[in-house]
């Protein structure tokens, strides 16, 4: 009688024996310094003394809402984020759909179809960097060879975040196509011989049997890359450095430029602050509609 | 007809992906008064490898590598360590706090690198991890921890309780339960996780160029940035230590690749 | 149960033991007592393939000198070196001795985190260079090198095409445009022009401003961006650029390996870029022709200082140091790896360097009247300042904003956080 409420006593604390250990390991190297570089958008530290910050309150907030380089990169940021986003997914589905089916060589294709995401940031920006050149690029000789002219593909004004997005994508679709392919290939082969042999076509196939199959699938590795995109810096960094006139800005590059440009580490977490709020309700509208979807499903 | 047409759509999508390694195989195989003057040669020349050997000799490329690999393997065993815990606890338990734990996981993966370094530096010279590559592994797993939990935990959803009930019923500690019964049962999902985890610790850049200060302590990405001097690009050489950088990922990723794609089917679709 | 808790202790024990493994080597660095010391210098040069190692070689010299001192190399990319020395200095942590650009010299100083290094400059002859060197009485920095802008060309492209070396912005139009009509695939002029450049553009760009008479703060020491001598500038700028005359889209690095593969006409560059072209590379030092460059006014330098950091452990061996690179047989030593650099003390280029190098003696001739990049009186802010000078002209170049128009936004913008 005793040993069993012993035992009924200590197995209500065994979830927290296992959730502790990753939890603690967070809060040191995560939330702790997120909390710091959160109180710091409210002084005015530089980044050369960390530590000599004057409190001011929401002077910093003040200071970014009134300044239209923000505004800029909030736009750049959700821009760049949406473009990331559909154009990622649409191409990670149709690799996914494209290679479903088994065929010769099919290892080969799908490796070949991970580099983008295989291949690390630093060496992908050199190599697009190089690709995208005005003078040596291949690109330009492509173009200048079909005859339309030279384009400035990272330094004009109206191509920058184009181009930016192209390589976010090819770096981005082989996660959407792994995650969805996950999906596809637990779509058991039986249903969709079953649709076939019932008559319908390949889109109906698609729309009524294997688009449900996909769709958590797809929320999830959309959700991932509308965030990751908020989050990315890498890349745009190295290949326009947020120029040209702002047009590749990010939230996140922005941060770096007034952190370790401007010096001001105080003025950067509050870009910071700004950006991690906007992942923030991202997140929660999917989470509230995935709420609202299990609840309905559950009715 | 439709045969035809995926078959041209799988072409143009191998052509799409995998130009720009195509491309930097050949441009590290073209003599640098080719790149900047006449015209880059479209097919990859051989005949240069021992020049671009020679190049590559100059720098201490394995070394990268091999700090690379560190920094890479250990995050990948700590974030699996800690995520599993995590995931099998979110799986398995009903505790207060759930729903704040799993949001503050979530919360990781939006919170840009930039935003903690200064804090995490000053915190790492007090703890003396500067300069080191442990320092760097507990840097990244704080991000790629999280991505291990969901991927786990949605697999260990998938596994259907009465195979552990028994077990608990015999009084089985918990933790064996998830060691001997659950782990193994999904081992593909593990190895997507680690797969992620991998090359998020393979990739990074920002942390381990402010962190380290020994040029013998490197990774690749450092090194390879590095190269990007100030007074000129060697572009052939710096290609060829691209790819060499990328290589080895791609063929982790090669070996691995069947039980990524079984790994990923239980996570996603509970998703 | 049982099993949870070995468990746990193990993983403890373990982590425990990896942190106490990292703090010991973290500290190795450090003096430990008396005799052995290490100084640590960080310069983003000993990253340059060649000049980095003659440059090193010279410093090791030291090493004959003072046998208990070794000498390690801090290498950080120029791009990261402002950020990465920041960061470092501002947790306390960081080299013994740091060789800076200007700027970042005077950030480093105004932040309190270099020593007063007097000492080492006892008894010396030091030249002009060393002027900035002095702030407010006391000595922070000694001079390494001041590289002075010139505008450089390659000889045989322009025999070929007949061209003549121009004297003003629109004879440079007109001669690179020839050079690339005769030669096909030669460019006619690099230059900076992106923002992605911005530590290295702002520095090239105030030749440009030097060169049309721009000061950027007026005899009451307030900022002066938008003057009719900026608009000049930075409608020659403009007027450059658009004649197509400039790689666009490529990095200076990228441009100056273009320069070392025989295929650019012009350049305006500093001594240490124009000594890394003649080295190594396709084109000859003896086919690489000097000359001043196309502005009616005197333009700038790139000077870099050592300095000595308050967080040093051994503060008084890297004075020593400083104090034996000032010494005569180091200056010569150093010299010989620096071009025509000027240096902290006096030592001339020779004869035979001067006549195997064409470019080299006119550096020197330009060195003598050359301006700093730093704006008086704003030294820390320049690059802050600076920022908002070339976003405008950023917005000149690819928009059709006329420059007056850009350049009074910079004012506001310079005027509300200043």
Known sequence: MTGSKIRNGMTRLVPYAFILPPMIYLMVFMFWPLARQMYMSLTNTKIINPNRGRFIGLGNYERLFDDPAFYLSLKVTLLYAVLAVIFGVALGVISALAIDRPFKGRSIVRAILLFGWAVP????????????????????????????????????????LASIVAVTVWQVAPFVMLVVLAALQSVPHEVREAARIDGADGLSTFRAVTLPHIRPAVQLASLLVCVWSIRRFDIIYLLTGGGPVGTTSTLVVKIRQTAFEGHELGMASAYGAVGLVLALAIAAVHYLAEQRRMKWMSR | MLKVLRYLLIGLLVVLAGFPVYWMATTALSLNSELYGTGQVIWPQL?????????????????????????????????????????????????????????????????????ILVPLYAMFITFGLLNSLIGLVLANVGFSLPVACFVLKGAMDAVPYE??????IDNCPRFSVLTMIILPLIMPSIAAAAVVAFFAGWNEFLFASTFLMDRGNWPASVGLASFVGQYETPMSAVMGAALVFSLPAVVFFLLIQRKIVAGLTAGAVKG | MLKTIHRRNFLAATAVLSLALAASTADVSYAQSGEKVTLRIANSQWLDALRGKNLWAVVQKYQEVAPNVTLEQEAIPSAEFADKLTTEMGAGQGPDIAIMQEGVFY????????????????????????????????????AWQRAAYAMIYNKPVLDAAGAKVPTTVEELIASAKAASAKTPGVIGFSARHQMNDLSGWYMDFQSWAYGYGVNWVDKDGKLTIDTPEAVA?????????????????????????????????????????????????????????????????????????LGVS??????DEAIKFLAWLLTEPAQKALREASGPDALATDVPVSEAYAAANPWAPTFV??????????????????????????????????????????????????????
């Open chain 3, 365 to 418: 001739k330009l060195a003598e009247n050359s301006r700093s990049t730093l704006i008086p009186g704003y030294e820390v802010e320049t690059m802050e300042i600076m920022r908002f000078v070339m976003q405008a002209v950023e917005k000149v170049i690819l928009s059709n904003v006329d420059p007056k128009t850009a350049l009074a936004e910079a004012q506001s913008a310079v005027d509300k956080q200043f």
């Open chain 3, 310 to 315: 308050e967080h040093s452990k051994n503060q």
């Open chain 2, 163 to 168: 195979i552990e009930e028994s077990a608990i």
């Open chain 1, 121 to 160: 940031n630093v060496a992908a920006s050199l190599i697009w960097l190089w690709m995208y050149n005005d003078r040596s690029g291949i690109f330009n000789r492509i173009t200048e060879f079909a005859g339309i002219g030279r384009f400035g593909w990272l330094t004009s004004i109206d191509l920058a």
């Open chain 3, 233 to 305: 500038a930075v409608a020659a700028f403009k007027q450059t650029y658009d004649s197509g005359i400039i790689p666009i889209g490529d990095s200076m690095p990228t441009q100056r390996t273009r320069f070392k593969e025989k295929h650019v006409a012009f350049s305006i560059d500093n001594s240490g870029g124009t000594l890394n072209i003649a080295s190594g590379g396709a084109l000859a030092s003896a086919d690489i022709g000097g000359a001043a460059m196309p502005f009616k006014n005197p333009g700038a330098h790139q000077q870099i200082f």
């Open chain 2, 47 to 115: 005949q240069n490898l021992p020049e671009l050997w020679r190049e590559l000799g100059q720098v201490p490329i394995g070394l990268w590598l091999f700090n690379t690999l560190l920094i890479a393997a250990g995050g990948t065993v700590l974030s699996l360590t800690l995520g599993s815990l995590a995931g099998y606890a979110l799986s398995r338990f009903r505790f207060h706090g759930k729903g704040l734990v799993g949001f503050l996981l979530f919360m990781t993966q939006v919170v840009p690198e930039a935003l």
């Open chain 3, 107 to 142: 950030a480093m100083a105004d932040a309190g985190f270099l020593v007063d290094v007097g000492k080492a400059a006892e008894g010396v002859k030091l030249n002009k260079t060393n002027d900035n060197g002095m702030i407010d009485g006391t000595r922070y920095g000694i």
